[in-house]
C-alpha cells in the first residue's frame, strides 16, 4: 500500500466518523447536559414521561471525542513511517 492511498482512506475514514459518530453523539450529549433530554413510553393504558439526568450527558461527549480517535489510529498505522 503506498502512502497515497494511506492518506486517502485515513480521510475517508475520517469523514464518515466525524458525520456519522462524533456529531450526533456530541449533539445528543449536549442536548441531555444542557437538560433538554426528555423520555416518554406508551405502553397499552399506561403511559410514563421523565427526563435524563444530567450527568448522564458527559458520557457522548467524551465518547464522541475518543472516537475521533480511529483516524488518528489508521494515520499512524498506514501514513506515517511510509516511504514513498
Known amino acids: 500500500m503506498t502512502k497515497q492511498t ?3 482512506i485515513t480521510a475517508v475514514v475520517g469523514v464518515i466518523t466525524l458525520l456519522c459518530c462524533t456529531i450526533p453523539m456530541c449533539i445528543g450529549g449536549v ?13 397499552g393504558q399506561t403511559a410514563q414521561t421523565g427526563s435524563i439526568p444530567v450527568a448522564y ?6 465518547l464522541s471525542i475518543l472516537v475521533l480517535a480511529v483516524p488518528l489510529l489508521l494515520w499512524v498505522f498506514l501514513v506515517r513511517g511510509k516511504g514513498q
Open 57 to 62: 450527558g458527559v458520557a457522548p461527549c467524551c
Open 31 to 43: 442536548m441531555i447536559f444542557a437538560g433538554l433530554g426528555t423520555w416518554n413510553t406508551e405502553f
Open 6 to 8: 494511506g492518506t486517502i
